[in-house]
């Protein structure tokens, strides 16, 4: 199934960490594709392994973390290049923005100075020619004066300007995919919604295709054309994002459904009860067993497989039947 318009394709990806007293086991065979222009949600609590699936894509893990299974960027496998070839790719073809900007922009440089690495190093421009594509960067992210705010320090700007520098530079060379690691979570809710209208733009203009990973719900439902819900490094549901709001399958997707405020229905938010096991001790058969309103004593005892609804559309539950009454 090597469809041309696939971006990034990843195939039953499994992290370990190595610690002193155990190896841990964190996403368990995850697998996924985004393609051009798409965006692809990553949803699921606290620990599940979202910025883990990322960090292992962007090669960004530590040390200590064993990364293994397929991931493939335009068909081009990224775990078997050495890191100099991959050097040539990350922050070129594909780049990532996070949560916090000032953990990506470094503090003592200007932000036209980072800028002007990017088209540097990636498109081998001079002095000139990169300054002037740096404030072109700028401009294309709604930085107001940008001939100024070029020679600005991070700490000189706002976190919500900050952000867009971190957009401009993940853009800069027009990657091929862009990783978003909840983008707008420390931003408040105005600068939020333009830093979204401003990826969507950008993903509209450039055809990237961008995984965006998020806790929120309501922001997944306006941007992300299919959405995966991932649980302790599994995924449970995967689909258009349509079907997943509209006939969740899964009782976490349905939890977490249940959990969105909608308008005017603030006082019966619901939560998912229990919380999220560490990785040391995950229950066996289907993890979510232990908080399920559905679970059997099937359920705790196999893992269920994921099965297949068609249209894309698969969960990891045996009584999915159950849930969609
Ligand atoms: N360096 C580490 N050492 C041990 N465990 C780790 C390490 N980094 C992450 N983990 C574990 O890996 C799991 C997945 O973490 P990850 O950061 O991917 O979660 P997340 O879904 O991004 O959560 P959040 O929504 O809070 O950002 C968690 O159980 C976490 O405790
Ligand atoms: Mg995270």
Redesign the pocket.
């Known amino acids: 199934m090597n469809d041309e318009n696939t971006v990034l394709r990843v195939e039953d990806l499994r992290v370990q ?1 190595e ?1 002193d007293t155990a190896t ?1 086991d ?1 996403l368990h065979g995850v697998s996924f594709d985004i393609k051009r222009g798409e965006t692809l949600g990553i949803v ?1 609590e ?7 699936t990322a960090l292992a894509i962007m090669r960004l893990a ?1 040390k200590n973390v064993k990364v293994s299974g397929k991931i493939e960027l335009c068909g081009e496998s990224l775990l078997d290049m050495d890191m100099k070839q991959f050097r040539a790719i990350r922050g070129n073809r594909m780049s990532m923005i996070f949560q916090e900007p000032m953990t990506s922009l470094n503090p003592v440089f200007t932000v036209g100075h980072q800028l002007m690495e990017v088209f540097r190093l990636h498109q081998g421009l001079n002095k000139k020619e990169a300054r002037a594509k740096a404030i072109e960067a700028l401009r294309m992210v709604n930085v107001p004066m940008p001939e100024k705010r070029v020679d600005c320090y991070p700490f000189e700007l706002s976190g919500g300007l900050r952000q867009r520098v971190m957009i401009a530079t993940a853009l800069a060379c027009r990657p091929e995919l862009l990783i978003a690691d ?1 983008p707008t979570t420390a931003l408040d809710v105005t600068i939020q919604a333009q830093v979204l209208d401003l990826m969507c733009k950008l993903r509209d203009e450039l055809g990237t295709a961008i995984a965006f990973i998020t ?1 929120d719900l309501g922001v997944v439902s306006e941007l992300c054309t299919r959405t995966i819900v991932l649980y302790c490094g599994d995924i449970m549901e995967q689909g258009t994002t349509e079907d997943l709001f509209t006939k969740p399958l899964h009782p976490y997707t349905e939890g977490l459904k249940a959990s969105l405020p909608e308008r005017g229905d603030r006082g019966r938010l619901q939560t998912i009860p229990g919380a999220v096991p ?2 040391l001790d995950f229950p066996k058969g289907c993890v979510f067993a232990p908080r399920c309103p559905y679970a059997t004593e099937r359920c705790a005892q196999a893992k269920p497989p994921l099965y297949d609804m068609g249209n894309g559309h698969t969960v990891r539950c045996f009584r999915y039947e159950e849930v969609s009454k």
Do not use: F, R, W
Not at 46 to 52: A, F, L, N, P, T
């Open positions: 960490i610690t841990l964190i699921g606290s620990g599940c392994g979202k910025s883990m530590q909840e806790h560490s990785a």
